[in-house]
C-alpha cells in the first residue's frame, strides 16, 4: 500500500523553528517528486514547496521563500520540511503528497497531516 | 499566478441529486486540470485527473470535463458518503500549482 506519514507538528513561539518529516512507503520514492501543501484552519489548500526526485530541482511558493528549506533522503525514504522565522499566518496543517507525472501531473497520495500551531 | 475560481462555493443537495461544481482558471490551462474530495479531518483525496480522467477506485458517478479555461466536476447521482470538499488544482504552471478555493457540498 502506498503510503505517506507525516510528523513533527506542533505548538512554536513566533520566530521559532521546526521540522517536519514524512516516511513514505510502499513505492519507490526515489522516483518521484515530492511536495509540501499547507491548509490554515477553516481555509483551502495551498501549494508550499516541491523537489525532484534527485533533489536537483527546488521550487517556494512566495509566502515561505527563505524561511523554509525542503529535503530529501532517499535512502530513509524521507521528505522533510525545516521551517525556520515561524509566524502565526504559518498555522496550518502540512501534507506532504506524491506528484504523479504521465505526461500531465497530479497529487496522490497524501498524508495525513501533521498540525503546525505558531503561538505565543 | 493562476488563479482558480471555484462555483458555487457552497451547495445543499440531496441524496440521489445530480449536481456540478465549476472551476474556472484566469488564462488557458489545456487540460491540466485535477479534483480533490476532503472530508472533515482527513487529506485532500484525488477524484479526477488530467480534467476527465478518473482515479482508480473512485466510483463512476464521478466525471470531470472542459479544457482551457472552463471546468466541471459532475456527481451523477449523491450518495451520502460525496457530502465534502471539494478542490480544483490546475498544475499548467508547475511548480507554481494552485488550488480553487473549494466548494462545500452539504445535506439539504
Known amino acids: 500500500e502506498v503510503q505517506l506519514v507525516e510528523s513533527g507538528g506542533g505548538l512554536v513561539k513566533p520566530g521559532g523553528s521546526l521540522r517536519l518529516s514524512c516516511a513514505a512507503s510502499?513505492?519507490?520514492?526515489?522516483?518521484?517528486?515530492m511536495n509540501w501543501v499547507r491548509q490554515a484552519p477553516g481555509k483551502g489548500l495551498e501549494w508550499v514547496s516541491s523537489?525532484?526526485?534527485?533533489?536537483?530541482?527546488?521550487y517556494y511558493a512566495d509566502s515561505v521563500k527563505g524561511r523554509f528549506t525542503i529535503s530529501r533522503d532517499n535512502a530513509k525514504n524521507s521528505l522533510y520540511l525545516q521551517m525556520n522565522s515561524l509566524r502565526a499566518e504559518d498555522t496550518a496543517v502540512y501534507y506532504c503528497?506524491?506528484?504523479?507525472?504521465?505526461?500531465?501531473?497530479?497529487?496522490?497520495?497524501w498524508g495525513q497531516g501533521t498540525l503546525v500551531t505558531v503561538s505565543s | 499566478d493562476i488563479q482558480m475560481t471555484q462555483s458555487p462555493s457552497s451547495l445543499s443537495a440531496s441524496v440521489g441529486d445530480r449536481v456540478t461544481i465549476t472551476c474556472r482558471a484566469s488564462?488557458?490551462?489545456?487540460?491540466?486540470l485535477n479534483w480533490y474530495q476532503q472530508k472533515p479531518g482527513k487529506a485532500p483525496k484525488l477524484l479526477i485527473y488530467?480534467?476527465?480522467s478518473l482515479q482508480s477506485g473512485v466510483p463512476s458517478r464521478f466525471s470531470g470535463s472542459g479544457s482551457g479555461t472552463d471546468f466541471t466536476l459532475t456527481i451523477s447521482s449523491l450518495q451520502p458518503e460525496d457530502f465534502a470538499t471539494y478542490y480544483c488544482?490546475?498544475?499548467?504552471?508547475?511548480?507554481?500549482?494552485?488550488f480553487g478555493q473549494g466548494t462545500r457540498l452539504e445535506i439539504k
Open positions: 503528497a506524491r506528484e504523479v507525472v504521465l505526461e500531465k501531473n497530479w497529487f496522490d497520495p
Open positions: 510502499g513505492f519507490t520514492f526515489s522516483s518521484y517528486s
Open positions: 523537489i525532484s526526485s534527485s533533489s536537483s530541482y527546488i
Open positions: 488564462q488557458s490551462i489545456s487540460s491540466y
Open positions: 488530467a480534467a476527465s
Open positions: 488544482q490546475q498544475s499548467y504552471s508547475t511548480p507554481s500549482i494552485t
